[in-house]
């Protein structure tokens, strides 16, 4: 072990030595604990942007090898010392705290011991996307912390780079089926003349409130880091994607033949659906969820007026242009009058209501070909507008709803503003896929109960991505533990769901790539689902969805057990609302 690896190990694991012997009660344990960890997770891994006051971090995190096992040693550490601390006498919102930060706590562990640092980037996620900034700083001081983020950028993806190379020699890589034409989204950033590379769209439109003297002296630093750190980061970077990675990157498909697979492939369901399911069992769910939805599908079908079966109907779907958009703008224009119809629902369907607000935004040009339909968050509601011909209006409803509102994007401003106890920092920004993406397709689901979808076709269109999600389930186990080849996952997908076929490519390379995130869709929505099914039937008359949904985002992101053991117990104390003294 080198001296700098050691040390950085002592470092690590020192603060733990006073917490695990540390006196007081199991709360005031607990809380020291998840505290030291989430402070100096914070250092370690920082943030590219921080909140409006705060701006900008100064410098990337570091991700070299000696770095990583550092991190790992350290949660392994905490991850021991919080199983000294006894549950049975904690108090009933620390029980939760202390669930979620094991949770989190043993997939860091998982990740380390597969060293999964060695493939930084899949189909659908990148490290080098998203770095630069697009939207506009509110301070100089910002844009200089901004300038010094991007000065230490070509340390970092040089560090990214040896990790890459390090996975490449024990065959732990991207399958390279999946990484044809991904290289354009390096591609995008290597533009020579720094007003023309997508860096200066931040120094492009600047404050009113920046003296001309300060924008002047920031944009000339700007176009002087863009143009000698910046570009050539990114054209080293390309480089060895295209001549080196693509060419040594391995040629087969399923996380179990990569090392000691198919641990690993159990670790990623385990991350991504916080469950103790295994390959088979969650295969079995997703034949079984594909058999339901078509029986829906084919009575769908019958609605719609269409004599053929369901193939014909789909390939109708396909390729009938009345389903498509003609401009970018038709496309937005339907995902914005879906959006705001909804706004006219949330009354009757959730209690309490932010007051952030969204926007809706295209895909960027760069990494549109081959990213999602759809992407929501806090700000802003990403839509797909590149090629229109495989974006059908039909599944913009249920696109819209899951992304934008009551999905993702209003799911975001209600963990931040609902009045929930005092929670601590990493419980506000802690996300479990199964919980996020459940209520996702959850809220697919609901618009069907409330009247969003109009037309036959555009229940279809959610019947469909119902489907997807289903289908998701058994590509995803077929790939990576059953062996599939990317073709038969293509034509499972394209068998069942009406998705243009683009689209079902792009997503088949994500599942590859990416495995086990595909599974939490259908698990998280399936748990929602059925905690509602129990509460209607338990309270009959004095259900009520405005106070399910509240108390449902009002415990924030958790486990799926913990999310059915506090709703089981909302139940149990008869489904009241949780915010009753909210106006």
């Known amino acids: 072990m080198s001296l700098r690896l050691s040390l950085a190990l002592l470092v690590a694991t020192a603060p733990f030595a006073l917490h695990a012997q540390a006196s007081g009660s199991a709360d005031q344990r607990l809380r020291a604990l998840y505290t030291a960890e989430w402070d100096w997770r914070g250092k370690e891994l920082g943030r590219q942007r921080g909140s409006d006051e705060e701006g900008p971090t100064d410098h990337f995190p570091k991700v070299d090898a000696a770095s990583q096992q550092a991190r790992t040693a350290y949660w392994t550490k905490a991850l021991a010392t919080l199983d000294t601390i006894p549950v049975d006498q904690l108090s009933a919102e620390e029980k939760i705290n202390a669930a979620v930060f094991r949770t989190s706590l043993e997939a860091f562990v998982a990740n380390g011991k597969f060293r999964s640092w060695e493939m930084p980037f899949n189909a659908d996620s990148q490290f080098w996307s998203g770095v630069a900034s697009r939207s506009p700083f509110r301070s100089a001081d910002h844009y200089r912390k901004y300038l010094a983020r991007l000065r230490d950028l070509p340390r970092y993806f040089d560090e990214q780079t040896v990790n890459m190379r390090d996975g490449l020699k024990r065959g732990f890589s991207v399958p390279k089926a999946t990484l044809v034409g991904r290289d354009k989204s390096i591609e995008a950033y290597t533009v020579a003349d720094p007003e023309k590379n997508p860096f200066w769209g931040a120094f492009a439109d600047m404050p009113s409130s920046i003296s001309d003297a300060d924008k002047a002296a920031i944009r000339a630093e700007a176009k002087q880091v863009i143009g000698t750190l910046v570009v050539p980061a990114y054209t080293r970077l390309l480089t060895f994607y295209r001549n080196e990675y693509l060419v040594k990157t391995r040629t087969t498909l399923a996380a179990e033949a990569t090392p000691d697979g198919k641990a690993f492939y159990q670790a990623q369901i385990r991350e991504y659906t916080t469950t ?147 929670r601590p920092e990493f419980r506000k920004q802690t996300y479990f896929s199964g919980y996020g993406e459940g209520w996702g397709l959850y809220t697919e689901w609901l618009g069907g109960k409330i009247g969003i979808y109009r037309t036959p076709y555009e229940e279809f269109g959610r019947e469909s991505y119902e489907m997807w999600r289903a289908c998701r389930l058994v590509i995803d186990t077929g790939v990576h533990h059953y062996g599939w080849t990317r073709e038969q996952a293509i034509a499972y997908l394209a068998e069942h769901t009406a998705i243009s076929m683009h689209e079902i490519e792009t997503e088949i390379d994500r599942y590859i790539s990416w495995p086990g995130q595909a599974l939490a869709y259908k698990l998280g929505e399936m748990t929602i689902r059925k905690e509602r099914a129990k509460a209607e039937a338990a309270l009959g008359p004095k259900f009520d969805q405005r106070f399910f949904h509240d108390k449902f985002l009002s415990l924030g992101s958790v486990p799926l057990n913990v999310l059915e053991q506090q709703m089981d117990q909302w139940i149990a104390e008869g489904g009241k609302n949780p915010f009753p003294n909210v106006k």
Do not use: W
């Not at 019958?302 to 390939?315: P, S, T, V």
């Not at 409803?397 to 994007?409: K, R, V, Y």
């Open 276 to 422: 103790e399911l295994t390959a088979e069992q969650i295969h079995k769910i997703g034949l079984d969820e594909v058999a339901r939805i078509t029986a829906d599908m084919e009575k769908t079908k019958d609605a719609a007026g269409f004599k053929g079966d369901l193939k014909a109907f789909r390939q109708f779907l396909r390729t009938d242009p009345q389903f498509y958009a003609k401009t970018p703008d038709e496309l937005m224009g339907v995902s914005a009058y879906v959006a705001k119809r909804m706004d006219g629902l949330l009354k009757t369907t959730i209690g309490f209501l932010p007051r952030y607000r969204f926007t809706i935004r295209p895909v960027p040009d760069a990494i549109a070909p081959f990213y999602t339909a759809g992407r929501g968050g806090l700000e802003s509601c990403l839509m797909n507008t590149y090629d229109l011909p495989s974006r059908p209006l039909y599944q913009i409803p249920a696109l819209t709803l899951h992304e934008c509102n009551p999905g993702h994007s209003f799911q975001a401003a209600v963990a931040m503003e609902a009045p929930v106890p005092d």
